[in-house]
């Protein structure tokens, strides 16, 4: 276990997870997606903050990735009711007019 | 040695379930393997000495993946047990795009030379964290906590079809909810 | 006393010293349950025997379309999550793991069980099943918050998250003296993670057992003795945080920690004839407009306590 092996296990969740975020259509499937991508963050920061500097400091920052997953999951809870409700639909591909 | 087996096993465990999020045909499956990914990069925390974040992270996810399951149920609008689950769109691009951040990222993780190590780590991890969030980090903590909060409300704002007066009538003295 | 972290070579023993309180808890209510049938007490004592054995003599159920991994897997888990939460209770000098996030690991273990009641129901593909699963996770949305208030009260007030700690700060006074409402909170939500009495209603009678329905064989009694597992592992918990965990005269610290489980459990158990079974949707207003208020009020008062004492 070096930071090397770490770094590259994280790079590869992290990748899965962008394909999911970007592929995928249902907007639950999206958020599994940007959930695999912030764990591949949490383990990347872990191998950084062991690995180069164990500092208090690198602690903190994992507990703000992990505060933005919860309000990431929470609000895109929220949107995903929001869309189901008003559309019948949580699909992405259903939801671009929000772009325009 | 035993590190290295653990922390193998874990990632190998880690990376597979990550992919069996997006190739699973049922709902069910597809989120607690999300789980699954969770937990092993959680022990992995607790290899590296983590151990409240760790458990923390292992906490947090198998919860939020009990949620994101019936989420997933309720919304997904369609039956796996009958078509596989194959709901994508740009399949090819996606997977371009993936490749091609993992070949960057694995790059830079073994071509950059990383300094050596700065410090060591305080004998008590759980109460440094502690310390650094109520202390010199504490605008974080100050920061984190409004935020927290903000999401609650406005998470309910926007989820809750009702107000208070769908709840309990006009008559919110009565206190009778209608029937 | 110091707590001192005994081999792997232990743990056989602690899993099956938890099996013999579960089913000692088991007899209590097997029991209790003769009793109210109308027979003579002694009758039911021997009942965890006779439905073991019937249990094991029993094929399992199998059903059409079933989700096979994750059913096992849910039905495992509640055995599996017990074993891991008594891990880092403190037994007298002795613990399997002495972490120094022990607390925590306690509350994720609980959070397990979400995971394995839910994959339980979801699992044989019936539809009593699923509802007692839904059922099980809106409960634990009402128990869950409050709990891990609970749960920060002896932590704060021992200044440390090690289970070892928490018992050394009650030499002088139990928490329960001046945490009454966190322990009150806390053995609630153990009887929401262990599906049991007034928060069963996810195995309940209403949807012909719930989770449990399609279970048989070794599947009910890894589900059962799982229930009575995660009974014990909580009251064994709430004796270290709140009783004291091995203080006491006289008796060696190990037995202490057992009198005062047992003594909880017993209450425990005793309890579930005494109370309704309250629905999910009703135990959410009163979870998080009265209960969720008072425990985080309770966090106040133990902090402040100790802010003034420091």
């Not at chain 1, 970007?22 to 599994?32: D, E, L, N, Y």
């Not at chain 2, 049922?26 to 789980?35: I, N, W």
């Not at chain 3, 128990?143 to 009650?170: H, I, K, N």
Request: proline residues 5%; aromatic residues 8%; neutral net charge.
């Amino acid at each position: 276990m070096t930071l090397q092996t770490m770094l590259l296990v994280a790079a590869a969740l992290f990748s899965v997870g962008l394909y999911g975020a970007i592929s995928q259509q249902v907007v639950v499937m999206v958020m599994m997606g940007l959930e695999l991508m912030l764990n591949g963050v949490i383990l990347a920061a872990a191998a950084f903050w062991w690995f180069l500097s164990p500092t208090p400091d690198g602690q903190v920052l994992l507990l703000v990735v992990i505060t933005a997953m919860t309000v990431e999951m929470a609000m895109g809870f929220a949107v995903a009711t929001l869309l189901h409700r008003s559309r019948q639909s949580d699909m992405t591909d259903m939801a671009t007019d929000l772009s325009r | 040695m035993l590190t290295g087996i653990v922390f193998w096993v874990l990632a190998v465990v880690a990376v597979a379930a990550g992919v069996a999020v997006f190739r699973a045909d049922s709902m069910a499956r597809a989120t607690y393997a999300l789980a699954a990914s969770f937990i092993a990069v959680g022990l992995v925390l607790l290899l590296v000495d983590l151990e409240f974040l760790g458990v923390i992270t292992v906490l947090m996810m198998t919860m939020e993946m009990a949620v994101m399951g019936i989420y997933m149920i309720m919304f997904m609008g369609m039956n796996p047990a009958l078509m596989p689950m194959d709901m994508v769109h740009g399949k090819r691009p996606a997977l371009a795009v993936a490749i091609g951040t993992f070949v960057v990222l694995a790059a830079g993780a073994l071509l950059v030379p990383w300094p050596t190590r700065r410090g060591a780590p305080a004998a008590d991890l759980v109460t440094s964290l502690g310390e650094a969030i109520m202390e010199s980090k504490m605008l974080v903590m100050m920061t984190v906590s409004p935020v927290l909060f903000a999401t609650i409300v406005a998470a309910l704002v926007l989820a809750l079809p009702r107000g208070r007066y769908d709840r309990l009538g006009d008559d919110l003295r009565a206190g009778k909810a209608p029937r | 006393m110091t707590v001192t972290e005994v081999s792997a070579g232990w743990v056989p023993l602690a899993a099956a010293l938890l099996l013999a309180v579960a089913a000692a808890a088991a007899s209590l209510e097997g029991a209790l349950a003769a009793r109210s049938a109308g027979q003579p007490l002694g009758s039911g004592l021997l009942t965890p025997v006779a439905e073991t054995a019937r249990l094991f003599g029993q094929r399992r159920r199998t059903t059409v379309a079933a989700d096979l991994p994750l059913q096992r897997i849910g039905i495992a888990g509640l055995l599996t999550a017990a074993l891991l939460m008594v891990a880092v209770v403190p037994f007298g000098r002795w613990t399997v793991a002495d972490l120094t996030v022990g607390v925590v690991w306690f509350n994720a273990m609980d959070v397990l069980v979400w995971a394995a009641v839910w994959l339980a129901g979801w699992g044989p593909n019936s539809a009593h099943a699923l509802v007692g699963g839904y059922r099980f996770l809106a409960q634990a949305l009402s128990y869950e918050l409050p709990l891990m208030f609970a749960l920060t009260a002896p932590a704060v007030a021992a200044g440390s998250l090690r289970l070892g700690d928490v018992v050394a700060a009650q030499s002088g006074l139990w928490f329960v003296v001046w945490m009454p409402v966190a322990f009150a909170v806390f053995c609630a939500a153990v009887a929401g993670f262990s599906v049991w009495g007034p928060l069963g209603a996810p195995a309940g009678a209403t949807t012909a057992g719930g989770v449990l329905v399609e279970a048989a064989g070794v599947d009910r009694w890894l589900l059962s003795a799982g229930r009575y597992a995660l009974l014990t592992a909580g009251a064994a918990f709430g004796a270290t945080a709140f009783l004291g965990g091995g203080h006491g005269p006289l008796l060696p610290a190990w037995l202490w920690l057992l009198v005062k489980t047992a003594a909880l459990l017993a209450v425990l158990v005793a309890l579930r004839r005494r109370l309704p079974v309250i629905r999910p949707e009703q135990l959410a207003a009163p979870a998080w407009l009265v209960a969720l208020p008072l425990v985080l009020l309770q966090v106040l008062v133990v902090s402040v306590v100790v802010v003034v004492q420091a």
